[in-house]
């Protein structure tokens, strides 16, 4: 198992296609960034969505909370945050935080929560190692 993370940081550039005809970053865009961060963060808790699908593992999103504070540009360079709020046998909860990392402008919030199904897309348990592994910091034992 991968040392416990408390945070990952996932960094994209916002490109031409990502923009409206305003020019800011077209709102349905930060979700999938929440995706690309979620993705990373597992990957860096030792854990490929490829992974755990292959031990039959399906995480489903239920439930995504989004409040967008400023807008993002095309050329921007922005840093996604994002952390583990609570890991249960059955269901993941993570939280981001996106900013512009120039100037470190707040430009979304944001939540997803997860839960845990079978192959046959019933509801199933986390493994436990995948549990231990997302558990938030302050939920943790001591670093070894």
Known sequence: MHPPIAES???VRV????TDQ?????HARHVVWLD???????????F???ELEARGVRLVVTDLKLRYLAPARYDDVVHIRCRVREARSRRVVFDYHLEVAES????AHGETTLMCLDQAHRLSRLPESVV?????AQERGPAR
């Not at 690309?36 to 808790?45: G, K, N, P």
């Not at 470190?104 to 430009?107: Q, R």
């Not at 231990?132 to 938030?136: E, H, M, S, Y």
């Open 9 to 11: 940081v996932t960094t």
């Open 15 to 18: 490109n031409y296609s990502e």
């Open 22 to 26: 305003m020019g800011v970053v077209y």
């Open 36 to 46: 690309i961060a979620r993705t990373e963060h597992l990957r860096q808790a030792g």
């Open 48 to 50: 490929s969505y490829r």
């Open 104 to 107: 470190g402008t707040a430009i």
């Open 132 to 136: 231990a592994a997302l558990q938030p």
